[in-house]
């Protein structure tokens, strides 16, 4: 299983350090990140991230959080599948003690279900 995150990053099972069914965070390298991982930082955002950098649990939350937004700013739905949200929990089940998503919330909510019908 893998999920685009972005350019640069994916959710994955396909990276050794991936157990019992459980995603990593991998980047174009094929470094692995849990959810207490620190992104590292491109040099050109290096002052910007110097002090306030991005844990890869603010990261998953942040891209299961998307929407998809008409030109007026109305919430038209969540970007993410039924799969992604189920993948991101079980990766941010792995801290317990950091930040965490409820699927069955994110499912019965007004955003999930403007543009997804199970």
Not at 25 to 33: I, K, P, Q, R, S
Not at 57 to 78: Q, R, V
């Amino acid at each position: 299983m893998e999920y685009n995150i972005n350019n640069q990053y994916y959710l994955t099972t396909d990276n050794p350090a991936s157990h019992y069914g459980i995603p990593v965070v991998e980047d174009l390298d094929g470094n692995a990140y849990g959810p207490a991982s620190l992104l590292p930082v491109p040099e050109k955002f290096k002052n910007v991230f110097a002090v306030n950098r991005n844990t890869c649990d603010n990261f998953i939350i942040s891209w299961c959080e998307a929407y998809t937004k008409d030109n007026d700013g109305n919430i038209l739905g969540m970007d993410r599948t039924k799969e992604e949200i189920i993948a991101a929990a079980l990766f941010l089940g792995q801290c317990p003690e950091g930040l965490q998503i409820n699927p069955d919330e994110i499912f019965a909510s007004r955003e999930w279900k403007l543009n997804h019908k199970d």
